[in-house]
Antibody, heavy 117, light 107 residues
Framework: QVQLQQWGAGLLKPSETLSLTCGVY????????WNWIRQSPGKGLEWIGE???????SYNPSLKSRVTISVDTSKIQFSLKLTSVTAADTAVYYC???????????WGQGTMVTVSS | DIQMTQSPSSLSASVGDRVTITCRAS??????LNWYQQKPGKVPKALIY???NLHGGVPSRFSGRGSGTDFTLTISSLQPEDFATYYC?????????FGQGTNVEVK
């Protein structure tokens, strides 16, 4: 059964770059899209973007200018970079697959990222 | 972008009640609608995919219906562990979008 485990820095200063990585364990990496999602304190879920094993990406237009999602197939992991962070980027960040028609839906444990001077 | 609108934003209910949450898409999303349950401080849990298919281990009191633009999540008999926030999410197109959430609280 596929499990996602994520890691990265949890405290950033304004203007720094957020960097998170998500490892995929116990299943196939190919054939799926791997997502990043965030949730600001007390708020709903916001999709950041996705990538597949070939490196094909799609980003939320609201974040596109600051976001890069990359994949490392040799390590079976994918990563998120978000540049020029502000307090508005404070959130729990999740890596996940999101089911389309096949029910493959797995989430990482979440990483709380706080942006504060 | 496809906008997802849930109603109500919150509801109060008692154990044993039948609860229905509605999710409306701003355009046709066929059957590509997922439902999630989230409890405070926890990772969202997938309940239903492709409008009506229960994920493994999800109790049968949960059901999903609809197609096109209008969808519902129904809990046939609310249990104590069902008090939570519920989100719909469309997987028809990018960017993927979520509803704003429906908080089911104790009456």
């Amino acid at each position: 059964q596929v499990q996602l485990q994520q890691w990265g820095a949890g405290l950033l200063k304004p203007s720094e770059t957020l960097s998170l990585t998500c490892g995929v364990y116990g299943g196939s990496f190919g054939g799926y899209y791997w997502n990043w999602i965030r949730q600001s304190p007390g708020k709903g879920l916001e999709w950041i973007g996705e990538i597949n094993y070939l490196g094909t990406t799609s980003y939320n237009p609201s974040l596109k200018s600051r976001v890069t999602i990359s994949v490392d197939t040799s390590k079976i992991q994918f990563s998120l970079k978000l540049t020029s962070v502000t307090a508005a980027d404070t959130a729990v960040y999740y890596c996940a697959t999101l089911a389309v028609a096949d029910g493959f839906d797995v989430w990482g444990q979440g990483t709380m990222v706080t942006v504060s001077s | 972008d496809i906008q997802m609108t849930q109603s109500p934003s919150s509801l109060s209910a008692s154990v044993g009640d039948r609860v229905t949450i509605t999710c409306r898409a701003s355009q046709n999303i066929s059957r590509y609608l997922n439902w999630y349950q989230q409890k405070p401080g926890k990772v969202p849990k997938a309940l239903i995919y492709a409008k009506s298919n229960l994920h493994g281990g999800v109790p049968s009191r949960f059901s999903g219906r609809g197609s096109g633009t209008d969808f519902t999540l129904t809990i046939s008999s609310l249990q104590p562990e069902d008090f939570a926030t519920y989100y719909c999410q469309q997987s028809y197109g990018n960017p993927r979008t979520f509803g704003q959430g429906t908080n089911v609280e104790v009456k």
